[in-house]
């Protein structure tokens, strides 16, 4: 038996443990885990040393080896977010719908884990403790796969963690590492359907379309955000601006940020020098389309190709559109259906965005940078879903869980 | 451009206009469409003969004849299925979550169609109006995948359907058959992702199997039941009986029927012999563990193949447990999820059933007949899910949806 199904059929064992559990019980082991990983401070940076140190001499960048590197400073930032998880509202249990039905039935709906769920993610460790605590508190088993990178820091990550749940209620067998690094064991979980109730991947875009393409599991699916942002006639030159710029340049490295700004002609006549002006003393190389290349000569020519791009970077497209319309045809063929932002003081248009746009997040006179599970005030994000099964946006702890039919009878059958 | 993608795109182009419709423009189409359904009688009947012709010719069975057959009743049968989904509350537009963050931003969560509905179905013809009457009332456009078996019924009704549409307000695009009836029309459906939000198989395992197994796009699983009932010590014997003969032999061919009786061992030796000829008597087929059969001789011996076979006929595996732990790991180790029923008079050991069993619908004293959208007061059933992610056992309406969020600002931008 391979070490993923040893592992995914020892989580699985715990499931039927883990149904019963009060939230009492799961906070108290959270807190064990929290309090655990203070403790083993200097286990866990000589472990995570390991890592820096093999990654340097595989000659990984210094900016990634920032993003794995565990200092005092951010193992208390870990620890702290778990104490942050033990303070969330418990969604298991919570009735969803109750209702008696005329033969006497009475039918109660409740939220219950969703089993075990697998996560597949890359380098950076405290993704682990992360998706380890928000699993726990919603009652799932959880079997990781991080990246080969941090498997040190995530091992003894792990271990810390497994010894704090032999100290409470949990079974310590609901938290799973897997550590064969072989893209192999990632193959494996994929397909494993009966052990695994549903996969999630987090990281890049060549890792979420590899678990997309040959899942047989169920996935939730996040990632990739082409979005936009459209002045109509009626924006606010100021209200744009601060828009645009802080869509674009607040942290272009983010699925929520802008990568296309949308101007309707008689905006853009007025406001595209001047926000041309701007955005390039911020940074941003800017391409354009035709039109907006005849008011600013300077921009570069905007492709299809570079409105299919998610950049992630200080790079923008310019697009000027003749109405909403335009726009909205615009972003139906090239959003990819995350967050998309109209700016317009006519009410008529803003509601026509709103309903019409096919998107996770749809936002009138606000940033695209808000779709977030902490700004949306959910306490938590296990990710952003881009799908429109099961959770759709930004995925707060009601997204790790199922439902379950209770059904109260007194001899009941059906005639 | 084949014909699956050729399709798959006419009906993606519909989205965008089928996300401004209101309930009435959704019901007057629907209207229209059982009107047309009624009238068209003659060229349905005809196009059916082909059918039921071609199968006669090709040696299909009488009975599979017979479930493909158009009969005026039949007809009248479908068009007041389609009525009946008139009245049905329309989930879409329905506010899920309104919330205001301190910066202002007023969040607002509401019900969307889902987009693109992939249908993939065998041979029933009235699959086709039934799946297309729901899709279209959640807003939803669908492109269906009918059993060759029924093609011509299929296009007949399809034709008439979308000649219905384009009297209504509804793109007549918005409903795509897929005539092509090789297998290869549904491999490529199963990658069609950005075209086709979710699939919906309806079918034999094999079917559901094959989609599971092969689909890049999100699917909603429906099927197998491998489901148990079991009569707990304090069991009422009358209550029992009843609860258990209808589970098994009220309709054996459907996935809620029972194909596993557990009994506790002391109820056993006080009520197995009465059970077992009660059963026999109804013609069922019984096999036994090896207790069982110490107290009832004539028992077939039940393997754990047989535990592990969805039967969907009148043959009935019996097994005496010890106690209600016993109970539940047969159940955790055989069950597939669906329902499972305990008949007691004991509260704590109904709580405990209740709550420990993973499964989308847990009976106490009623039978695992039940679990049905109509029985549950739904209206209307898409199917009964056996997966965790979105929807799970009977779906409704609502199980066409997925949810987008509105964002209402002043301005605001992210610090």
Redesign the interface.
Known sequence: MSEVVKKAKAARET??AL??LTTGQKNEALTLIADALLAAEERLLAANEEDIVRGREQGTSESLLDRLKLTPERLQGIAQGVREVVELPDPVGETLQQ?E?PNG?R?EQRR?P??VIGMIYEARPNVTVDAASLCLKTGNAVVLRGGSAALSSNRAIVAVMREALSRSALPEDALQLIEDSDRKSVDEMLKL?GLL??IIPRGGASLIRNV??NA?V????TGAGICHTYADESA?Y??LE??A??AKV?RPSVCNSMETLLLHESFAAGHLAALADKFTQAGVALKGCEASRRTVPTLAPATDEDFATEYNDYILNVKVVKDVDEA?AHI?RFGTQHSECIVTENAANAE?F???V??????????T???DGF???FGAEIGIST????A???MGLPALT?????????????A
Do not use: C, W
């Open positions: 499931t039927a149904n019963m209702f039905r039935l039918i219950v969703l089993g359907n109730d549903v997309v393409q047989t169920p996935v939730i699916e606010d100021g209200m601060a828009i710029l802080n607040q909205l139906r026509r709103l309903q019409e096919d998107a996770a997040a749809v936002y009138h006179n606000a940033s940078r808000f779709t700004e949306f005030g799908q429109k099964l099961h759709r946006g930004p199922s439902t379950k039919y209770r059904i109260a009878g007194s001899g009941q059958i059906r």
